[in-house]
């Protein structure tokens, strides 16, 4: 998984490599003749030659050592560079002859061949558009060797967090050779770039069609399964250590995401993403640092650094998603749909064929190995082994190829659907037309006869509309008839105020008449002023109103009586005995409040059938509760007298009686009563205009809080200031 991993572990300590100490062997050159089974064609210059080795650390200490294994140092954490130095001896015939330098490594390196800088990776490179402080280079390049002694330096920045010299590969190849090697390169890059885009395409066909087509959610999936995919074909472009470091996780996301697609295709359901989230976040808890830790490990494992946990865990979440993903897949063999059958059709089919290919492959290198005849003909096993990266590439084409099928198939399908929908609906539309025709037909019928019953129908509206209008008129100019009588009966309201100056009466009837009556009589130096609210409003009211101001009258200006409990005691046995309420039992009756005012002696009586008196004194709001009886109506077959309240009066007391229509108006903002405690705070808030002005700015305020109401009871309001 990482290429580190295989780096052996060199420590700087006593007792095995002091600073300075060289390691001695034979001198190697470049062109001898190579020692028996050792190859032609390259010389590995880590293990022929001895280098020189000066590390710097952070804290600026340098350390120096002599060695034929520089890959394999193990540097520590807080190493800043490594410097390399060594001499190359070359074979006179090699002389001003292209050599091939392949190099494999990690990091940031500078390379020079004497004075001339061959190589320049990571944060050595010159170029502003690769600013990168890693860098995984895999290539080859073309040095001419012009003396027998020729001296190669390198200057190596480690990758971050990782204590070694993290240099793979460093050899000097035929150029033949060199270029041949040097092609393959360039081909395995380029394969890596065709599947990365190629995965990275796909993925985002299908997160576009999830996002326009949420309901599938293993659009998403596969998306995701590919575009992790691509990930991994594409690491080199990224030039980041977290690819190198993290790959597997990468690889063990991309499986789950398989696992979950297969899940949702075999199983129509959502599988768990428990899995998913433990995978994710191992994935970030790795990236704490006291996890990376470098473990040396045992033989026969290993006696080099590794981040063990980190490996360790991603080999298990690895494992774990390649597994779950075989196991969904497996059980798709029961699965009778179309959509499991092509899944496991392109999964199954590559997978078995490559391994039929391996045991084939396996025979004949078998037969050719001890037939005699076919010795010399080791070609035939060469191009087989050379074919198995073909087939390679062929399954790692044709599987995306199994979810593009299923999507055109689904498309197919339901583009089927679609045309036998549309030719339904046409179908269905031409019979709609005929049906829609003849009912035209019918419809144009009936509205000829409509039309003439109409026309009859309106001419007899037209007829009883002037009967109702002639009606209306006469009801209306009786009404008009009854408001003058009803006005003829209340007192003037300008002897009123002659008599209490600083007075006022709002009056505003519902309709033309009014149910609500004021009456007004002085009997020596008392001044009585009565606020009445008969049941109900309109005619009827009105006509309630009347007979209580004419009983009225004949209490006070014929009995001679002022005090309020008096007047409403034979208010209530008039009525009662006017309307015959002992014999027919009708509830009809009035509220009334009635008051008796003394300005000499500084006095005010009140009684009340259940309309209340309201002083104001000083700012303070005192209210005087009337008797909860009405007069008449219900009060028949009560014996209850009317209690007579007596209030001393103070200098600017104010005091106000009303009927209840004042406070029942539905109006304001939401539409809701006005209530008594607002009608209440209104009349404390006005205590400083003068009596005209508070009936001006309650009439002002009663409209606007009504707004586009209609007015629910008929108004009066009367207050008088001492």
């Known amino acids: 998984m990482h290429n580190r991993m295989l780096f052996a572990l060199i420590c700087f300590t006593t007792g095995f490599a002091q600073p300075g100490y060289a390691i001695t062997d034979t001198v190697s050159y470049i062109g001898v003749i190579p020692k028996q089974g050792e190859p032609t064609n390259f010389i590995d210059a880590f293990h022929k030659f001895t280098w020189d080795v000066t590390i710097f650390h952070k804290n600026c200490r340098i350390e120096t050592a002599t060695t034929r294994m520089p890959d394999t140092l193990f540097t520590g954490t807080d190493i800043d560079s490594v410097n390399l130095r060594s001499n190359l001896y070359i074979s006179p015939h090699l002389l001003n002859q292209d050599i091939g330098m392949h190099f494999i490594l990690k990091g940031s390196s500078l390379i020079r061949l004497n004075d001339d800088t061959i190589l320049q990776t990571g944060c050595f490179q010159l170029s502003k558009e690769h600013p990168f402080h890693y860098q995984i280079v895999d290539d080859i390049t073309f040095i001419t060797l012009k003396d027998t002694i020729e001296k190669l330096s390198i200057r190596y920045k480690p990758l971050p967090g990782i204590p070694m010299f993290d240099f793979g590969k460093l050899s000097l190849i035929q150029k033949n050779q060199a270029e041949i090697r040097k092609s393959e390169l360039e081909k395995d890059t380029n394969d890596a770039y065709r599947f990365g885009f190629y995965y990275l395409a796909i993925g985002i066909v299908f997160l576009v069609l999830f996002i326009y087509y949420r ?91 590794q981040p063990v946990i980190t490996a360790t865990i991603q080999i298990i979440c690895i494992a774990y998603a390649l597994i779950i993903s075989f196991y969904y897949l497996m059980q798709g063999i029961n699965k009778k749909t179309w959509e499991s059958r092509t899944i496991l059709f392109f999964c199954t089919i590559p997978i078995l064929s490559i391994f039929l290919f391996i045991i084939f492959f396996i025979i004949v290198a078998a037969v050719v190995s001890a037939n005699k005849n076919f010795r010399g003909n080791e070609s035939i096993i060469e191009n087989l082994a050379k074919s198995i990266p073909y087939i390679w590439q062929a399954i790692v084409y044709i599987y995306p190829l199994s979810a593009v099928v299923i999507l055109g198939k689904r498309n197919g399908l339901n583009q089927l659907k679609l045309v036998a929908q549309v030719r339904s609906i046409q179908h269905l539309s031409e019979e709609n037309l005929a049906k829609e025709r003849e009912k035209k037909q019918i419809l144009e019928n009936q509205n000829q006869e409509l039309e003439r019953k109409v026309t009859e129908r309106t001419l007899e509206v037209m007829h009883q509309k002037e009967l109702i209008e002639i009606k209306n008129r006469a009801i209306t100019d009786n009404i ?232 629910v009871d008929d108004v009066l309001v009367i207050g008088i200031k001492v």
């Open 215 to 305: 309901e599938k959610t293993e659009n998403l999936y596969f998306s995701l399964f590919c575009i992790f995919s691509s990930l991994s074909f594409l690491t080199d472009i990224f030039h980041s250590n977290l690819f190198a470091q993290y790959d597997g996780f990468v690889c063990a996301l991309c499986f789950e995401f398989l696992s979950i697609f297969l899940y949702k295709i075999f199983k129509n359901k959502e599988k768990s993403k428990t899995p998913l989230v433990i995978i994710v976040s191992l994935t970030l808890i790795c990236f704490l640092p006291f996890v990376n830790v470098y473990f040396t490990l045992l033989p026969p494992f290993s006696g080099k650094p």
């Open 480 to 711: 008009n008839y009854a408001l003058r009588i009803q006005s003829a009966i209340l007192p003037d309201i300008k002897l009123i105020y002659q008599t209490l100056q600083h007075s006022f009466i709002l009056y505003l009837p519902k309709d033309i008449v009014s149910g609500d009556f004021y009456a007004f009589a002085e009997r020596g130096s008392n001044v009585i002023i009565i606020a009445g609210d008969c049941t109900g409003h309109g005619v009827s009211g009105a006509l309630m109103s009347m007979i209580g101001s004419s009983l009225l009258n004949q209490i006070i200006n014929e009995k001679g009586l002022y005090e309020p409990a008096a007047i409403l005691n034979q208010l209530n046995a008039a009525i009662i005995e006017t309307l015959k309420q002992k014999e027919n039992k009708t509830s009809d009756g009035m509220d009334v409040s009635v008051c008796s005012f003394n300005s000499t002696e500084g006095l005010l009586q009140y009684a009340g059938a259940n309309r209340p008196l309201w002083l104001i004194r000083k700012g303070e709001h005192i209210v005087f509760k009337p008797d909860k009886l009405p007069i008449g109506g219900q009060q028949v077959t009560r014996d209850r007298q009317f209690t007579n309240h007596v209030i001393p009066l103070e200098k600017d007391d104010t005091f106000y009686i009303f009927s209840d229509g004042y406070a029942d108006q539905f109006g304001g903002e939401r539409g809701k009563k006005m209530m008594t405690t607002r009608f209440a705070n209104v009349l404390l808030n006005i205590q400083h205009l003068n009596m005209r002005e508070q009936e001006t700015y309650l009439k002002n305020y009663f409209e606007t809080w009504k707004g586009d109401n209609d007015q």
